[in-house]
């Protein structure tokens, strides 16, 4: 990792200012810099002679080495030459998959040797385009608290991996308190649940992406993990994860994104168990196992974020969206929830939550929808969706709908924005008594705290105006709101001077090149126009911004010198 460091300098031929820094201070400098430029630091001064061998972090990296016979030689002796036997930190970076080493003769020896010597971070970081040419195999005892290691550059190609042998020493890694273990595969069928629950017995935090375990991607993987100290546990990606049992007396976050999807493809039986006292946070998007189960009482979650299909794809959809409502019920006493509702990208029949059964959640305080799929391609209604989850949250009091991606040409081109009036009159969902269903219930619902209301990503669809209908429109009694705030997707511009649009303000996610700056200025205007005009709320103001856009708030807000809702 490199810095940009300003170092002072002699004036005039007077005073070397250099040697008057603490080593504390140049020590701590070198620690940002790659390992070349530590090394080359020396020659500026007697007073930086050497200081290099006593930075707080070695940063290594292959980058400017063509040959990895040159990296492995500088490497072996920048490690050789280090003062300490003790190292604070180190990070490495292989570009080249080579780099750790030959496959005959003592290979990546040195990596292992260097992480024997680490007393606290380590960081292995493969970038090349492809895995690394021989495993990665870890010492049989490491004294480093943090360790993060990414085993290739490649999403579906995992690095080898070889953990100690089993039995492992007691508390091998006994100051281990973090681990990110991400595109590894498992040599040898170890089995990973084994090592963590018996070596590693302080580790706190424990991240898993795309982990697998040696063997075929449909071949059942079965994990157990038995950590007492353990806080939080991330998985994603574990496509073959079959089976997943945590005894984790002091868990307070459960993360599981996208795993059982390969397994659930060829119907084979998932399970989960979870036995954590103390939980307190739940994320669950993607596939659910067959079977899941909370040893536990989980009255202690407060915040849970699901992702739900709204689409039939096969007979077995609608058990995994059952296990999705059992969660829910499983936490009654959660106040914040985050909901995906994929719509799909393809043409398959939507369904309404109002299916799901979904049940009753009196203490959700704060609802976060994200509505995910194309407009243009999907026959959906965006309102009864919401509806049904609005009507299970009576006690709400702020409420966010992100309706970012509606308008993409399809999931797999993210980058190019349909206008709603392209597609309003070439799809009109179809009508139907079942869709109309809530359409009779939406006068009885009552959301009589609710505060603040968000939709972002608003375009001024038919289908978007229906859902502000629902949610602030004249039949609608809102005693407690607040604010409103209804924003589009940030408006820029490419290298190339082509319009963006974005979901937030830091990536592109929407190009349109077929309209002019001017054009687009008008649309929004006019969005903003219909928003006033149909929505007169009393006892507020609405207040426009050209490229942001509507926001309303209440008088006594404004008379009490309180901004609007950005």
């Not at 030459?81 to 496959?103: E, K």
């Not at 993409?408 to 869709?435: C, G, I, M, T």
Request: proline fraction near 5%.
């Amino acid at each position: 990792m490199a810095a940009h460091v300003n170092l002072p300098v002699a004036v005039g031929g007077g005073e070397d200012r250099l040697s008057d820094l603490p080593d504390g201070i140049l020590e701590h400098v070198l620690s940002f810099l790659p390992a070349e430029d530590s090394v080359r630091s020396s020659v500026l001064s007697r007073r930086w002679r050497g200081a290099w061998a006593r930075a707080s972090a070695l940063n290594l990296s292959d980058a400017r080495h063509q040959h990895q016979g040159r990296f492995l030689a500088f490497a072996r002796a920048v490690l050789a030459r280090y003062g300490a036997r003790d190292i604070p930190a180190l990070n490495v970076a292989i570009g080249c998959a080579s780099s750790v080493g030959p496959r005959s003769g003592t290979g990546a020896a040195w990596l292992r040797d260097a992480m024997e010597r680490v007393v606290g971070s380590i960081s292995v970081s493969v970038t090349a385009p492809g895995p690394m040419d021989r495993p990665l195999v870890l010492p049989r005892r490491l004294r480093a608290t943090s360790i993060s290691l990414t085993l290739s550059g490649v999403l579906y190609e995992n690095g080898e991996l070889v953990l100690p042998e089993q039995p492992c020493e007691a508390a091998a890694f006994g100051s281990l308190v973090e681990l990110n273990l991400s595109r590894a595969r498992l040599q040898g069928g170890s089995s990973l649940g084994e090592f963590l629950s018996s070596c590693c017995p302080r580790l706190r935090l424990l991240r898993l992406c795309r982990v697998s375990d040696g063997r075929h991607r449909h071949v059942p993987w079965p994990m157990a993990l038995r950590m007492d100290q353990l806080e939080e546990l991330e998985l994603y990606g574990i496509e073959s994860l079959s089976e997943l049992q945590v005894v984790a007396a002091n868990l307070r976050v459960l993360v599981v994104r996208h795993c059982f999807h390969s397994l659930a493809q060829w119907d084979t039986d998932t399970a989960v168990q979870i036995s954590a006292p103390r939980l307190q946070n739940i994320t669950w998007l993607g596939g659910l196992p067959r079977r899941l189960s909370f040893l536990t009482d989980c009255r202690c979650v407060q915040r849970l974020a699901l992702g739900f299909q709204s689409y039939e794809f096969d007979g077995r959809g609608f058990q995994r969206r059952g296990n999705a409502m059992q969660l829910l019920e499983m936490c009654p006493g959660a106040s914040h929830l985050n909901v995906c509702i994929d719509t799909s990208d393809g043409a398959v029949r939507p369904t309404l939550p109002v299916d799901l059964q979904i049940p009753h959640i009196p203490n959700i305080r704060s609802l976060s929808l994200r509505i995910a799929g194309s407009l243009c391609f999907v026959d959906y209604h965006i309102t009864p969706s919401v509806f049904f989850f609005l009507r299970q949250c009576l006690n709400l009091t702020r409420l966010h709908i992100d309706l970012s991606t509606l308008h993409q040409a399809s999931q797999s081109d993210q980058d190019h924005l349909v206008l709603p009036d392209e597609y309003e009159n070439l799809k009109k969902p179809q009508q139907s008594s079942d869709r109309d269903l809530w359409k009779g219930w939406r006068d009885h619902l009552q959301l009589g705290l609710l505060q603040e209301i968000r939709i972002s990503g608003f375009m001024g669809s038919d289908r978007e105006m229906e859902l502000a209908d629902l949610l602030f429109g004249v039949r609608a009694a809102r005693p407690a709101l607040e604010r409103i705030s209804v924003t589009f997707p940030p408006i820029g511009r490419l290298p190339d001077g082509s319009l963006m649009w974005g979901v937030d303000g830091s990536r592109p996610a929407f190009e349109r090149i077929s309209l002019s700056i001017g054009e687009l200025m008008e649309l929004m205007d006019g969005i903003a126009v219909k928003m006033k005009s149909q929505f007169p709320l009393m006892g507020g103001r609405w207040e426009s911004n050209a490229t942001k856009g509507v926001t309303w708030t209440r008088m006594s807000l404004i008379c009490n010198g309180i901004a609007p809702l950005q």
